[in-house]
């Protein structure tokens, strides 16, 4: 069992999450929030929770430092001021961890996402950063 705080795909934003190590895995569920802005939208800050899995054998085999996963969780929000609806979508996450094991210590990486926001698919990224303990 392992409890992490931080930003991106792990945490659902800015949150917290709780996982499973495997031998060359890690699953996770998250709560958080996201924080954005856009010129003619304004604040978009979605909130929810999210869930993923990274496999840490997919690139190499010499480490388990190096992740490859997915995440499904709020990557945007829709509707006006005071009416705002988390936009659910899904991200390929890559993330290094910088711990002496699967998913411990400090990791950095990187989610881009995509979700469905008025009838159109749009891209987003997840930035990385946190604490598994």
């Known amino acids: 069992m392992s409890i992490g705080v931080g930003t991106g795909a792990l945490y659902s934003g800015i949150g917290v999450n709780v996982g499973r190590r495997g031998d060359h895995t890690f699953g996770y569920l998250a709560a958080g929030c996201s924080v954005g802005y856009s010129s003619n939208q304004g604040w978009d800050v979605p909130c929810g929770v999210g869930a993923g899995?990274?496999?840490?054998?997919l690139l190499t085999k010499a480490n388990?430092?190096?992740?490859?996963?997915?995440y499904v969780g709020p990557v945007s929000t829709k509707g006006p001021t005071g009416?705002?609806?988390?936009?659910?979508?899904a991200g390929l996450?890559?993330?290094?961890?910088?711990g002496d094991g699967?998913?411990?210590?400090?990791?950095l990486g990187i989610t881009p996402t995509v979700g469905?926001?008025?009838?159109d698919y749009r891209a987003g990224a997840l930035i990385n950063v946190g604490y598994q303990f």
Request: overall charge positive.
């Open 116 to 119: 469905k926001k008025y009838g």
């Open 64 to 70: 388990d430092r190096h992740g490859l996963g997915i």
């Open 102 to 107: 699967i998913a411990k210590g400090w990791n």
């Open 93 to 98: 996450t890559y993330v290094y961890f910088f």
């Open 53 to 57: 899995w990274i496999w840490t054998d």
């Open 83 to 89: 009416d705002r609806k988390e936009v659910y979508g």
